[in-house]
């Protein structure tokens, strides 16, 4: 199993920052990607930033530019770093891992919420 715990959310005014970690620990191995995904009320889940193996990324278009995903490999953590807040950016942001075995594994975070608002 894999266990990833978030941090960092909070209430931040338009075009402020915020920076979120996930740490993981547990079983992990044969990591293919970790990512960060968001959810505002009435949505669907959607993918903000994904990193992936051989540190090849992805962002979703409408934060490019703005946010930044890295890694700390020693300490097992992915962040976000968000500039340039907006109040679309509101939702509850997720931590995910997937994890390629023999099969594809997704862990998730319990969410941390990031509200930008004046």
């Known amino acids: 199993q894999v266990q990833l715990v978030e941090s960092g959310g909070g209430l931040v005014q338009p075009g402020g920052s915020l920076r979120l970690s996930c740490a993981a620990s547990g079983s992990i191995f044969s990591i293919y990607a970790m990512g960060w995904y968001r959810q505002a009320p009435g949505k669907q889940r959607e993918l903000v930033a994904a990193?992936?193996?051989?540190?090849?990324?992805n962002y979703a278009d409408s934060v490019k530019g703005r946010f930044t995903i890295s890694r700390d490999n020693a300490k097992n953590t992915v962040y976000l770093q968000m500039n340039s807040l907006k109040p679309e950016d509101t939702a509850v942001y997720y931590c995910?891992?997937?994890?390629?075995?023999?099969?594809?594994?997704?862990?998730w975070g319990q969410g941390t919420q990031v509200t930008v608002s004046s």
């Open positions: 990193l992936r193996s051989g540190n090849s990324t």
């Open positions: 995910n891992l997937e994890r390629r075995t023999w099969r594809q594994e997704y862990y």
